[in-house]
């Protein structure tokens, strides 16, 4: 069974400018999650989705950073206009939202950095 | 406040020797999911045990077990037998609810395995 994937893997990007992750998740996993996991830290929930409704954004800075998941399926997160602060690893994870564990799998990630 | 705290910033062991990884967590969900990730340095968070709010029975998988402590609010990684391949970060995160719900990770603590 494939894996999340992301990409691209790395970017570099100057400050000011906009950037866009895609994200594809494994197959029939209705929830999809982004992380921010900044140097040093632990990952921080940005947006999730079920299906391709959103359940929660509240940590979303929504003045730069947007997201969706069109179709139910991939999802894509842009920043817009990227700040110095916004260098991080994106992680995108997903899982099928059922009961017990419901185990989250993530992806490989994509590495953010702003000059 | 900080739902899951990881005392330990950095921690060693030998190899073939066990090593346990603290965990505290704060909830007042009585339903709640508590999950260990390890995190090499290529980036990509591995799902390695979940234990949950009701289960009786610690979790196992292979080398890895969890000592949950419900009244004491812990949940602590045993890694038996280290290996080489074992030296990451290691997160500790919960899920408040029963499922569905995005993860609290902690600030992560890093492993070193010596020869």
């Known amino acids: 069974e494939a894996g999340v994937a992301q990409s691209p893997r790395y970017k570099i990007i100057e400050k000011r400018q906009s950037v866009a992750f895609w994200c594809n998740p494994i197959?029939?996993?209705?929830?999809l999650y982004w992380y921010q996991q900044i140097l040093g830290q632990g990952p921080k929930l940005l947006i999730q989705?079920?299906?391709?409704?959103?359940?929660?954004d509240s940590q979303l800075p929504k003045d730069r950073f947007s997201a969706e998941r069109l179709k139910g399926v991939d999802s894509t997160l842009k920043i817009q206009p990227a700040k110095l602060e916004d260098s991080a690893v994106y992680l995108c994870?997903?899982?099928?939202?059922?009961?017990?564990?419901?185990?989250?799998?993530f992806g490989p990630g994509t590495r953010l950095t702003v000059l | 406040a900080q739902k899951i705290t990881q005392t330990q910033p950095g921690m060693f062991v030998q190899e073939k020797e066990a090593v346990t990884l603290d965990c505290t967590y704060d909830?007042?969900?009585?339903?709640?999911?508590l999950f260990w990730y390890k995190q090499p340095s290529s980036g990509e968070m591995i799902f390695l045990i979940y234990?949950?709010?009701?289960?009786?029975q610690n979790a196992t998988e292979g080398r890895y077990s969890l000592n949950f402590q419900k009244a004491r609010k812990s949940a602590n990684l045993v890694i038996s037998a280290s290996q080489l391949g074992d030296s990451a970060m290691y997160f500790c995160?919960?899920?408040?609810?029963?499922?569905?719900?995005?993860?609290?990770f902690g600030k992560g603590t890093s492993l070193l395995v010596t020869p």
């Open positions: 994870a997903s899982s099928l939202a059922s009961w017990g564990p419901d185990t989250q799998y």
């Open positions: 197959s029939g996993h209705a929830t």
């Open positions: 989705f079920q299906n391709n409704g959103v359940v929660d």
């Open positions: 909830t007042s969900d009585p339903s709640y999911g």
């Open positions: 234990q949950g709010s009701y289960d009786q």
């Open positions: 995160a919960m899920r408040e609810g029963n499922s569905g719900y995005a993860l609290n």
